[in-house]
T-cell receptor
């Protein structure tokens, strides 16, 4: 069975500080991993994805994530937080190219303090 | 390019009633997935439709059903509504059924409240 755990339902950082949102996955087969962002009253938007190519993945808005198989992790980082980064972030896993089901974590709400 | 649109945006029903939610997929996308997002939770997979056929289903009872039409738009029907069905229902379209693209394009959702 596949699952995703996001540690920390709420994370607060100061503007300009490092953003680190944690995601650990459980999968019996090589996973495809994703980070989505949800702004208030909007749908989810893809930030970045890992699909068995480079382990360090760069996404939109300066975010990146590193796939670490030994740690079963896919943490999301951004060197310098911006006020516009305040949103809900979801990590998701799917387990094959034909996998039609995405398993989402419970989300992390990011607050950026001016 | 028109994105994924869902209707209605908000609705209130009472227990035992039935509801139909609608989704228009993004142009060129042949796959539609439905997710339920309860308050404070991540989206939970309900089912996916690919070329008008159900192509996978999550852990939801049969009273959750769906359709996909030739233009790839889709409906989610829920019968015999229960209080726990109160949630944001998200529709996502994609250009293929696979995860390789990772490109689930989400609508803004339909917020259902069951009283």
């Amino acid at each position: 069975a596949q699952s995703v755990t996001q540690l920390g339902s709420h994370v607060s950082v100061s503007e300009g500080a490092l953003v680190l949102l944690r995601c650990n996955y459980s999968s019996s087969v090589p996973p495809y991993l994703f980070w989505y962002v949800q702004y208030p009253n909007q749908g989810l938007q893809l930030l970045l994805k890992y699909t068995s190519a480079a382990t360090l993945v760069k996404g939109i808005n300066g975010f990146e994530a590193e796939f670490k198989k030994s740690e079963t992790s896919f943490h999301l980082t951004k060197p310098s937080a911006h006020m516009s980064d305040a949103a809900e972030y979801f990590c998701a896993v799917s387990v094959s190219d034909t996998g039609n089901q995405f398993y989402f974590g419970t989300g992390t709400s990011l607050t950026v303090i001016p | 390019e028109t994105g994924v649109t869902q209707s209605p945006t908000h609705l209130i029903k009472t227990r035992g009633q039935q509801v139909t939610l609608r989704c228009s997929s993004q142009s060129g996308h042949n796959t539609v997935s439905w997710y339920q997002q309860a308050l404070g939770q991540g989206p939970q997979f309900i089912f996916q439709y690919y070329r008008e056929e159900e192509n996978g289903r999550g852990n939801f009872p049969p009273r959750f059903s769906g359709l996909q039409f030739p233009n790839y738009s889709s409906e989610l029907n829920v019968n015999a509504l229960e209080l726990d069905d109160s949630a944001l229902y998200l529709c996502a379209s994609s250009p293929s059924q696979g995860a390789l693209t990772g490109e689930l394009f989400f609508g803004e959702g339909s917020r259902l409240t069951v009283l």
